[in-house]
Every structure is written in C-alpha cells, then in structure tokens.
C-alpha cells in the first residue's frame, strides 16, 4: 500500500496576496518605494485598487510583508532557532539562512533601495530594520538565553554574543555584495564553511563545555574563502 503525501492546498486568497507581494517587491526594485504607487501595483497586479486595499491598506504594510518574508526564512516557527537543540547545530542553520539572504540578489537590491530612500522616507528604514534584522536578532538572543539556562553556553549577555554572531556571519560578504558589481559571490561549500569557522569562534568563547570527540577548527589559511 502506498501512502500519497499531499502539500498543503494555498487558498485562493493567500495565493493572490502572496501574488501582490511579488509584484510589489519587484516594483519597489525597479522604480524605489516613493516613485511607487499603490495604484501601480493595482495595474500591474491586473488588479482594482480596491482588491490591493483589502488585502494591505497601505503602501508600507506592502513594504513590511516582502521584509517579513525573509525574516521568516531564518527564523521563523519552522527555524531551528525557534527550537532547542544544540548550539552548533541551530547556530550553524541560522548561520547559513542568513548568509544565503545576505548573497541574493534581490536582497541585496532591496537593501540598497532602503539606504536610498530613508533620507527622504525614514520610516522606510525604520520598517526595514525592524521587521528584519531586529527580528532575526532578537529570536537568536532568546535562544542563546534559553541555551545559557540549560547550562549549555555561558552567555551574561545574549543579545551581545547574538549580534557578535550575525556580524561574524555576515562579516565582509554584506559589503562586497552591496558594492561591487562584479563580484562573484562564494560557492555554497565556502558559505558553509564560513559559517562553520563563526559557529567555531562563536563556541569557543561562549560554550559551556566541549564534548569530548569535538575537534577545534584549524586555523589553516586555505581552509576559509578569500575575501
């Protein structure tokens, strides 16, 4: 007898919104949040204005869901951050989510859009920051306070030793990919072993105990990506 796995059936109305966002997210791109209309989504959308309305009633609720989404990713319900198992293993799949972000093009294209308009809107960038980045944060600071609790890390000061690990992550790879058309960014094998080296650093300084069996990271020059 074979078992069918079904996916989950996406009603109608969370498909056309999800639909919305896409379009939304991809004018943003092109054209920059303030030169963007909701009446040109609408039109794009092959929707009315009134559709659009009932599924977002402003501009910047638009905004928020497509910074949302990416939060999500990294750290949503489904995230290994979200759950309690050990360490390395959450910090190392938080790790990679993020980098994988930081490297997408559209990402980094929304990023720069962002820089660009929060002089004239700043509560564009205001949005950016807390529905992403701050979210991500602050999810990785309440594990590693859940983490410290069962003795696994000694960790004071969660929300620190959080943003020492995203930076480490992130590191150089954000500024290049932001900066340098030409860039080639790194192979998924030197992502994870990018974040392999920072998950190491990271449980160096703040581990409880290293089980035994654990090697330490070389600290070989050909075992990280050039930068």
Same mark, same amino acid.
């Not at 929707?47 to 990294?74: G, P, Q, W």
């Not at 308009?117 to 509560?123: G, L, Q, V």
């Not at 983490?147 to 995203?166: I, M, S, V, Y």
């Given at each position: 007898?074979?078992?069918?796995?079904?996916?989950?059936?996406?009603?109608?109305?969370?498909?056309?919104?999800?639909?919305?966002?896409?379009?939304?997210?991809?004018?943003? !791109?092109?054209?920059?949040?303030?030169?963007?209309?909701?009446?040109? %989504?609408?039109?794009?959308?092959?929707?009315?204005?009134?559709?659009?309305?009932?599924?977002?009633?402003?501009?910047?609720?638009?905004?928020?869901?497509?910074?949302?989404?990416?939060?999500?990713?990294?750290?949503?319900? =489904?995230?290994?951050?979200?759950? =309690?198992?050990?360490?390395? +293993?959450?910090?190392?799949?938080?790790? %990679?989510? &993020?980098?994988? %972000?930081?490297?997408?093009?559209?990402?980094?294209?929304?990023?720069?859009? &962002?820089? +660009?308009?929060?002089?004239?809107?700043?509560?564009?960038?205001?949005?950016?920051?807390?529905?992403?980045?701050?979210?991500?944060?602050?999810?990785?600071?309440?594990? !590693?306070?859940?983490?410290?609790?069962?003795?696994?890390?000694?960790?004071? =000061?969660?929300?620190?030793?959080?943003?020492?690990?995203?930076?480490?992550?992130?590191?150089?790879?954000?500024?290049?990919?932001?900066?340098?058309? =030409?860039?080639?960014?790194?192979?998924?094998?030197?992502?994870?072993?990018?974040?392999?080296?920072?998950? +190491?650093?990271?449980?160096?300084?703040?581990? +409880?105990?290293?089980?035994?069996?654990?090697?330490?990271?070389?600290?070989?020059?050909?075992?990280?990506?050039?930068?």
């Amino acid at each position: 007898m074979t078992t069918a796995v079904c996916a989950r059936k996406v009603p109608r109305g969370e498909r056309r919104r999800m639909e919305l966002v896409d379009i939304a997210e991809q004018m943003f !791109l092109e054209r920059g949040f303030a030169d963007t209309s909701m009446q040109m %989504i609408a039109e794009r959308a092959g929707a009315s204005k009134e559709t659009l309305y009932r599924h977002f009633s402003s501009k910047e609720l638009l905004f928020v869901e497509i910074v949302t989404r990416n939060a999500l990713l990294v750290s949503g319900p =489904d995230a290994a951050v979200a759950r =309690d198992g050990s360490p390395e +293993s959450v910090l190392s799949e938080l790790g %990679i989510g &993020v980098l994988r %972000i930081v490297l997408a093009a559209n990402a980094s294209r929304l990023f720069r859009t &962002v820089v +660009s308009e929060s002089a004239r809107t700043p509560e564009l960038g205001d949005l950016f920051y807390q529905r992403g980045p701050a979210v991500v944060a602050a999810r990785l600071t309440d594990y !590693l306070a859940r983490a410290a609790k069962r003795g696994e890390l000694r960790c004071e =000061d969660p929300q620190t030793a959080a943003r020492l690990f995203l930076g480490a992550v992130m590191s150089n790879y954000h500024v290049r990919r932001l900066v340098q058309s =030409d860039w080639k960014p790194p192979s998924e094998k030197e992502v994870r072993r990018h974040v392999e080296a920072a998950v +190491s650093m990271f449980l160096a300084q703040y581990e +409880s105990r290293r089980p035994a069996g654990r090697k330490r990271l070389a600290c070989r020059r050909q075992s990280l990506p050039a930068w």
